[in-house]
């Protein structure tokens, strides 16, 4: 018997609880751990900034002179005063900004693999949701908390939204167990770092829609 990957469907109107079949296969992937743990780090690494700079021997200003003669003096002999081994001197092997992309890569094939692996858990688990009728008149945190309260969230929770929803993202993006992002704006470390997963209707029928033919 062939299972058929279900969301929760919540209908934030009526406050009805159903289920709704998955489209596509796009939920019924088999989720291989070392392919997710590479698009993990692979996310990661992108958001990184690579802007940590130190400041090398030659980049230390300070005089070049030697700091004492060679011999007589007792002391082990040194040269200037911006040598590694002292004080404010400058830093051997530091860190330097690199040009141009680089660090950790994952190819398309095993990013897509590793997003709808993670997507298909989720609804393994039964933390998948599709809340319809989502329609707020007017920005409204306090119907937003409401709404999580009716549909048994604790959070964290992921909630993907469209541009028709942005009165609904008003509201729940003051919400500190919520993260609101846009169809695509977040990746296979979001999907995982989150309890349950919202979709809106609209955010739902665009993945389903925009990646049908792939």
Do not use: C
Request: no cysteine; proline share 4%.
């Amino acid at each position: 018997m062939i299972r058929v990957a279900q969301a929760q469907l919540f209908d934030a109107k009526s406050g009805q609880k159903s289920s709704l079949e998955l489209e596509g296969g796009h939920f019924d992937v088999q989720p291989n751990e070392h392919v997710i743990h590479r698009a993990v780090v692979a996310e990661l690494d992108a958001k990184r900034r690579y802007t940590a700079s130190t400041k090398g021997r030659s980049e230390v200003r300070g005089s070049g002179a030697k700091l004492y003669r060679q011999k007589g003096t007792g002391r082990a002999r040194a040269g200037d005063i911006k040598t590694p081994i002292r004080i404010g001197g400058g830093t051997w092997g530091g860190p330097k900004p690199k040009p141009g992309r680089y660090g950790k890569r994952i190819n398309r094939k095993e990013a897509r693999a590793a997003f709808y692996g993670a997507l298909s858990a989720k609804a393994e688990d039964g933390e998948l949701y599709v809340l319809d009728s989502m329609s707020f008149e007017a920005p409204s945190t306090k119907q937003a908390k409401a709404l999580l309260g009716n549909m048994g969230l604790e959070g964290p929770v992921l909630l993907v939204v469209t541009e028709e929803d942005e009165n609904a993202a008003l509201s729940f993006r003051n919400l500190p167990e919520v993260t609101v992002v846009g169809p695509r704006e977040y990746g296979v470390y979001e999907v995982l770092r989150s309890r349950e997963v919202v979709f809106s209707r609209a955010a739902y029928e665009r993945l389903t829609g925009n990646r049908e033919g792939e």
